[in-house]
């Protein structure tokens, strides 16, 4: 008979005994619910465990249960081995649970099989993601695009106010570790390759090594890098913000296109300032190549200016500038991109701010060589 709602509720209990037949049983007691099981459920996993492993053909006697429900049953069918044990005495209003148990066994999800075409899928699964930037970019290219020529037809509507504030944010603001960069990298490559130099006294040629190499090469691309840590970072970070706070969405119910306010203003700025940043990069690495040269070499720092124009072709001033706008575009692009697709999450934001700095290097290292290649003959002495 079931018993009343109001009466006590008894601790779940289990002893061994043994039956007429001289066979162990297992005799439960109390109440076998999820509630009263909690503070011992641990132990009386451990027991039933023990009890069915040992004794095998055991009468189980759960007619003591003045209460089950789902855990309790579970629970036992799972010391049973996922099946109903061959002598269980319980009562009438218990029965439904295990005839439940019984009908829905619990199976382990079926292995996967092997198939030929899985290595492949694995191969080719990064080349799709890899496409789908590419296109998403293209895409943002060309809605920035014909925003900017929307603002080229009327001046009026043209973002000038974010544009000079992206140009400080970006250009102003990171020029102190760009010099300390360009500086330190100044020195160690005068530095290394005057000792090359005085070793076949041609310590008169690291005029021509330093000047085409800072600014030909790794003004540009020193300069990138830094921005693409530092500003590109900052921009995903912005629009991803914006992303999760509903900002972007509200400007699109308020019907302002983000490629004009958001996007536009960073490419441009970014590819202002980049140039500027190149130029100072440039006369700070080779300031610090000066001075190195000077204590290295006895190259006074007047005779390395006035030489520096003959050993160094004005084409590599004009190269190296035309890298970093595209570099700058590219940068910006891929900023703006990867913080549009930010999803509404903090884990999601991170993750986009670190792809946008690893694609953003990436792409300006990529670049870099397409111009090496297409570009070797110019500005060669």
Request: glycine share 8%; charged share 15%; hydrophobic share 55%.
């Amino acid at each position: 008979m079931a018993s009343s709602p109001f009466a006590p509720v008894a601790p779940p209990a289990l002893t061994l005994e043994r039956a007429s037949d001289g066979r162990p049983a297992v005799k439960l007691t109390g109440t076998w619910s999820l509630r009263s099981m909690q503070p011992v459920a641990q132990s009386l996993r451990q027991q039933l465990a023990a009890h069915a492993r040992q004794t095998r053909d055991a009468h189980w006697d759960l007619s003591g249960v003045t209460r089950m429900d789902h855990a309790g049953a579970m629970m036992l069918w799972q010391a049973w081995g996922r099946q109903r044990a061959a002598n269980v005495n319980l009562r009438a209003e218990h029965e439904g649970l295990f005839e439940h148990l019984q009908a829905a066994p619990m199976q382990e999800p079926p292995a996967e099989k092997f198939h030929w075409l899985t290595p492949g899928l694995a191969l080719t699964r990064p080349l799709m993601v890899l496409g789908r930037h590419i296109i998403e970019v293209v895409v943002l290219l060309g809605r920035v695009s014909l925003a900017f020529l929307q603002c080229l037809a009327h001046p009026s509507r043209m973002p000038w106010k974010e544009i000079s504030a992206n140009v400080y944010r970006t250009g102003a603001q990171a020029l102190g570790i760009t010099a300390l960069v360009g500086f330190l990298i100044g020195v160690v490559l005068s530095y290394l390759s005057a000792q090359q130099l005085k070793a076949y006294g041609a310590g008169i040629f690291i005029v021509n090594l330093l000047g085409i190499a800072v600014i030909r090469e790794l003004g540009p691309v020193l300069a990138a890098i830094l921005v693409a840590g530092r500003s590109g970072s900052a921009m995903t970070a912005q629009i991803g913000v914006m992303r999760v706070t509903d900002e972007i969405d509200a400007m699109a119910v308020m019907g302002i296109p983000y490629t004009v306010r958001l996007v536009l203003p960073r490419i441009i700025a970014l590819a202002i300032s980049l140039p500027l940043i190149v130029l100072w990069t440039n006369a700070i690495a080779l300031f610090g190549g000066m001075v190195a040269a000077h204590y290295k070499l006895d190259i006074s720092i007047g005779y390395f200016i006035s030489a520096l124009p003959e050993a160094v072709p004005v084409a590599n001033l004009w190269l190296g500038l035309s890298k970093s706008i595209v570099f700058g575009i590219l940068i910006a692009l891929l900023a703006c991109h990867f913080g549009l697709r930010i999803e509404p999450n903090t884990e999601s934001l991170g993750i986009g701010t670190t792809n946008s700095v690893v694609a953003a290097i990436t792409i300006v290292i990529l670049v870099d060589a397409i111009f090496a290649v297409l570009f070797s003959d110019v500005g060669v002495p």
